[in-house]
């Protein structure tokens, strides 16, 4: 390997995580830091003075294109679009749990989806980079009164559909193996219990799968979810596993991986749930679980 080339899968894994967050979506973000090497590829690196600053730059705008073209793609998905899970092993440190808990989660990423292209690059930029809104000014082509302004009102937009109050990881595992055990005990009432009386449901099943766009109500997700264990009965079987550095429920049916359930809780009861069941979202993690 060429100096080049290591100092770029050097930065390789953040490059890919600005991509991952930008767009939600794993291929789309390969795609990007594929793109971005090919850039860095052909550059005049003796007129780069800050190499990590350049790739971070370069990538946020490759993405910034992407997203405004799969903004175009994603009007005509059939349901809600939820972004693509990824199986994480468990965060080593402290900060790195922090890290992964406050913005790779998949109900993270969810919000972000309601910001435009350029609020999302720059919030994401300010808030998960820790970038000055001189470097975002310069990486959006905007002055910095601008950028301030769109990590002003991005925060805003994205306070409205943020948690109340921050949980301990370990009180959702908690839940989350209570919620499984109950599942497969065919257990309504433990089900109905453990699920707020506003509990929400989005599904995305990409119009290759059923899914609920949207249901709503603790009792309504308990029969749901009970219908669907006294259907599958033996076949149906779960899993509590770290996705996107959150505890997340898998469900498999047959031993096939059926959806990745990532669910929010206020520290008592579990108050939403994303459940993902479009095929193509899965296979990664479906590849991924079946490897020895």
């Known amino acids: 390997m060429t100096d080049s080339t290591l100092l770029f899968d050097r930065h390789r894994p953040r490059l890919f995580g600005i991509a991952y967050r930008m767009l939600g979506a794993v291929a789309e973000a390969e795609d990007v830091v594929q793109d971005a090497w090919l850039r860095w590829h052909g550059a005049d690196r003796s007129a780069i003075d800050n190499a990590e600053a350049w790739l971070v730059s370069v990538t946020t705008r490759l993405a910034i294109d992407r997203l405004r073209a799969a903004k175009a793609e994603r009007e005509h998905y059939v349901g809600v679009w939820l972004p693509e899970p990824m199986l994480m092993a468990a965060p080593a440190t402290p900060e790195e749990i922090h890290e992964l808990a406050d913005d790779v989660s998949v109900a993270f990423l969810y919000m972000l989806e309601q910001l435009s292209p350029d609020a999302r690059a720059a919030f994401v930029m300010r808030e998960v980079l820790d970038a000055g809104y001189g470097d975002i000014a310069r990486t959006l082509d905007k002055t910095e009164a601008a950028a301030r302004q769109l990590v002003h009102r991005a925060r805003q937009q994205l306070r409205r559909g943020a948690p109340r109050q921050s949980v301990p990881r370990a009180t959702l ?63 149906l079987h ?55």
Do not use: C
């Not at 497969?184 to 609920?212: N, P, T, Y």
């Not at 996705?243 to 108050?271: C, I, K, M, P």
């Not at 993690?285 to 020895?292: E, G, Q, V």
């Open 173 to 235: 595992q908690r839940l989350l193996l209570a919620f499984s055990e109950a599942m497969q005990r065919s257990d309504f009432h433990g089900l109905h219990a453990l699920l707020s009386e506003d509990a929400e449901l989005i599904g995305d099943g990409g119009g290759k799968v059923s899914s609920f766009a949207s249901l709503v109500g603790g009792k309504r997700l308990a029969q749901l979810f009970y219908a669907g264990k006294r259907r599958y009965r033996e076949a």
């Open 238 to 292: 779960t899993r509590v596993v770290q996705v996107n550095g959150q505890w997340t429920l898998l469900r498999f049916v047959d031993g096939a991986l059926e959806s990745v359930q990532s669910y929010d809780t206020d520290g008592e009861r579990l108050t939403r749930v994303l459940v993902q069941r479009n095929p193509d979202k899965l296979a990664r993690i479906a590849a991924a679980l079946a490897r020895p």
